[in-house]
């Protein structure tokens, strides 16, 4: 069938539903943002982000040598080699790029499904290589927490797999663009990726190259939004 890229004679069911849980996601995100009740799935953002720069430090030719995230929603990265200036924007720009990916993993069972299995894989392996407890904390609860879901949907009429999905994939893409606007841009860390990476490629400061990637991160987002709705047509 021909993609619906025009998205004519929207919406059916399938896209009001879906239009209407990431709104619901959305709101109940807001709500709970500063409880310990999103904490978890914060570290989680916090996990993806850092796994992000392993992968482009492993894609580069470099070597991972450990990562942390820590409780108070920091982490780093410990890398030899790769090439710096792909390494160093891959952590916000590829938490964004993965909420969008399991944002549209959700539109259909068996893509969450796969979507699952690849963030169980994803946690197993960085539980191996997590520099201390709360990473290690954090992988194995989430393994067992996926686990349990993935058992109830195979099981019993609990089936809410694609909706974790769905909201793993929303926390993520909003807190990345919060995360890009908190660090990069209302507040100068000159620790932060953007400095590093504007003293790399110097014709843009840190907040410029904050920006930058924020405006990228909505991107994503409004992409991952429209693509469901294609995919739903």
């Not at 891959?90 to 893509?111: C, D, E, K, P, R």
């Not at 969450?112 to 690849?118: E, K, L, Q, S, V």
């Not at 620790?191 to 014709?203: I, L, Y």
Request: with cysteine; hydrophobic share 50%; charged share 15%.
């Amino acid at each position: 069938m021909k993609p619906n890229w025009e998205l004519k004679n929207c919406c059916n069911h399938d896209q009001v539903v879906f239009l209407i849980t990431v709104s619901v996601c959305a709101v109940v995100i807001l709500a709970l943002w500063r409880t310990f009740l999103l904490k978890p799935f914060k570290l989680v953002t916090v996990f993806l982000h850092e796994a992000s720069h392993a992968v482009a430090c492993k894609l580069t030719c470099g070597h991972v040598e450990g990562i942390k995230v820590n409780v108070d929603e920091g982490g780093t990265t410990q890398t030899r080699g790769g090439v710096y200036w792909l390494i160093l924007p891959a952590g916000y720009l590829g938490s964004s790029f993965w909420g969008m990916v399991l944002i549209l993993a959700s539109t259909n069972l068996l893509t969450a499904r796969i979507a699952a299995g690849c963030f169980l894989a994803a946690l197993l392996v960085v539980l191996f290589v997590a520099k201390n407890w709360t990473l290690r904390g954090l992988c194995i609860g989430f393994i067992l927490f996926l686990g349990v879901i993935w058992a109830l949907q195979e099981t019993t009429k609990v089936r809410i797999l694609r909706y974790i999905i769905l909201f793993i994939g929303v926390m993520n893409s909003l807190f990345s663009v919060y995360d890009i606007y908190d660090d990069l841009i209302s507040r100068r860390v000159h620790s932060s990726d953007a400095e590093k990476f504007a003293e790399v490629c110097p014709c843009c400061n840190g907040v410029g190259w904050g920006i930058i990637w924020g405006l990228i991160s909505f991107l994503f987002l409004c992409g991952a939004m429209y693509l469901g709705l294609v995919i739903l047509s």
